[in-house]
Each structure stands twice: as structure tokens, then as C-alpha cells.
């Protein structure tokens, strides 16, 4: 059973930076979507970003970015380690949000279809993000 594990959320001041990492296992396959999700209270759960896990396409060819995310947010990966990174730069009050990995292993589906409700079939159990004014 695949697992995914997030870790590098906390308390930041307006402004600042924050790197998310994701550990996956429990899989074997090579290529495959993973992405960055959040949910603020109250609000529906957004889109962050998505990879897909092929490092022979170039990097700006396998990832998709949500609105809120452009010119902020770097998702990247290392496949030695079977992790995904978000670093977020820049960060503003309205980015706090508990931030969810996501995973699915069967299709490359991420990039064509983010827009329109790409979901994960495996997901990690969070990690928050609080930022302050």
C-alpha cells in the first residue's frame, strides 16, 4: 500500500519562505503524478501544483501550477529519494492552509487534467502552514 508522508509546514511571518517535502513508498512504479494540495477552514480544498515523476521531459513540460501558486511556489522531485518538494516563496497570509501530497501511480493524467479536479488516489495525512501579517 503506497504512503505518503508531508513535513516542513509551520509559522512564518509574511513574506518568508517554507519548503514541503513529501516521502512516498510502498510503490513501484516509475512514472506517475504527485502533487500539492490545500485546504484553508471554511474553504474548498485548491489545487497547488503537480509533477509528473518522468525527469527525461524538461521540468517546465511536467509541471502545472495553480493560480495562486505562479511566480511563488517551485514544486521539484527526487526520484533517488521518492520525494517531492514545494518551496514557497514569498508567502502571504491568505497561503495558510493545511498543505496535502497527493499521489496517483497509474496514470500521468496531472498536467491535462489539474484545471478541471485532478485528485490523487493516495493522500498524505498534512501539514499546516500558518502565516501571519
Known amino acids: 500500500q503506497p504512503e505518503l508522508v508531508e513535513s516542513g509546514g509551520g509559522s512564518v511571518i509574511a513574506g518568508g519562505s517554507l519548503r514541503l517535502t513529501c516521502v512516498a513508498s510502498?510503490?513501484?512504479?516509475?512514472?506517475?503524478?504527485m502533487g500539492w494540495f490545500r485546504q484553508a477552514p471554511g474553504k474548498e480544498r485548491e489545487g497547488v501544483a503537480a509533477i509528473v515523476t518522468d525527469d527525461s521531459i524538461a521540468t517546465d513540460d511536467r509541471t502545472v501550477y495553480g493560480d495562486s501558486a505562479k511566480g511563488r511556489f517551485t514544486i521539484s522531485q527526487n526520484n533517488a529519494k521518492n520525494t517531492i518538494y514545494l518551496q514557497m516563496d514569498n508567502l502571504k497570509p491568505e497561503d495558510t492552509a493545511m498543505y496535502y501530497c497527493?499521489?496517483?501511480?497509474?496514470?500521468?493524467?496531472?498536467?491535462?487534467?489539474?484545471?478541471?479536479?485532478?485528485?490523487?488516489?493516495?493522500w498524505g495525512q498534512g501539514t499546516q502552514v500558518t502565516v501571519s501579517s
Open positions: 510502498g510503490y513501484t512504479f516509475k512514472s506517475y503524478c
Open positions: 497527493a499521489a496517483d501511480f497509474l496514470s500521468r493524467s496531472c498536467l491535462r487534467e489539474f484545471d478541471t479536479g485532478w485528485e490523487g488516489d493516495y
